[in-house]
């Protein structure tokens, strides 16, 4: 099957830092990437899909990038309120896979 | 208001099966495909399977494709989960989700805990 590799695993920065998490597919799977922010003890929530389309109600401060094997999620402005585990997920075709998931704390 | 409604929590024994339900509702139900996805403890999320909008086709992950039964009731605008031959492996925080273009998931239910234990 697919793999998606996610690095890093965990990273911590400070507010108002630029946060980049990188998303590796073990194939292409073209524009098929989706990101998700799961808070600790909460339910996931979509933030990017069609691995750059920003859902609605997501801040602006969160975007997507890539196209093939390489994608990337970008937090412009990092908030404290973005403390989280973010996991990116492939869904071109089954099975669908998600990534191992990167913890974001701030320092 | 759009939601995913799941059953509660479930504790089983090894062998068992567990039926977990989902209910819809402030949406179109035929609209949509749906999905399951599990969790387990400090685990990755982790695709189980789908049934289309129709309630006529379903797939499911070669990992639990002989265990596993999806369905949906229009009717009652419900999706079901049936997981058989339970292990403690299967210990997990089952989701229910929606389906937007093909495989990104835009609403969640609020999880069912199933524990498996002897």
């Known amino acids: 099957d697919l793999q998606m590799t996610q690095s890093p695993s965990s990273l911590s920065a400070s507010v108002g830092d630029r946060v980049t998490i990188t998303c590796r597919a073990s194939?292409?799977?073209?524009?098929?990437l989706a990101w998700y922010q799961q808070k600790p003890g909460k339910v996931p929530k979509l933030l990017i899909y069609?691995?750059?389309t920003l859902q609605s109600g997501v801040p602006s401060r969160f975007s997507g990038s890539g196209s093939g094997t390489d994608f990337t999620l970008t937090i412009s402005s990092l908030q404290p309120e973005d403390v989280a585990t973010y996991y990116c997920q492939k869904y071109n075709g089954a099975p669908i896979t998600f990534g191992q998931g990167t913890r974001l704390e701030i320092k | 208001q759009v939601q995913l409604v799941q059953s509660g929590a479930e504790v089983e024994k090894p062998g068992a099966p567990v039926k977990v339900s989902c209910k819809a509702s402030?949406?179109?139900?035929?609209?949509?495909?749906m999905h399951w996805v599990r969790q387990a403890p400090g685990q990755r999320l982790e695709w189980m399977g789908w049934?289309?909008?129709?309630?006529?086709?379903?797939k499911y992950s070669q990992k639990f494709q002989d265990r596993v039964t999806i369905t949906r009731d229009t009717s009652a605008t419900t999706v079901y989960l049936e997981l058989r031959s339970l292990r403690s492996e299967d210990t997990a925080v089952y989701y229910c989700?929606?389906?937007?273009?093909?495989?990104?998931?835009?609403?969640w239910g609020q999880g069912t805990m199933v524990t498996v234990s002897s």
């Open positions: 049934v289309n909008a129709g309630g006529d086709d379903t």
């Open positions: 069609a691995a750059s």
């Open positions: 402030g949406y179109t139900f035929t609209s949509y495909a």
């Open positions: 194939q292409g799977i073209s524009s098929y």
């Open positions: 989700v929606r389906d937007i273009q093909g495989g990104a998931f835009d609403l």
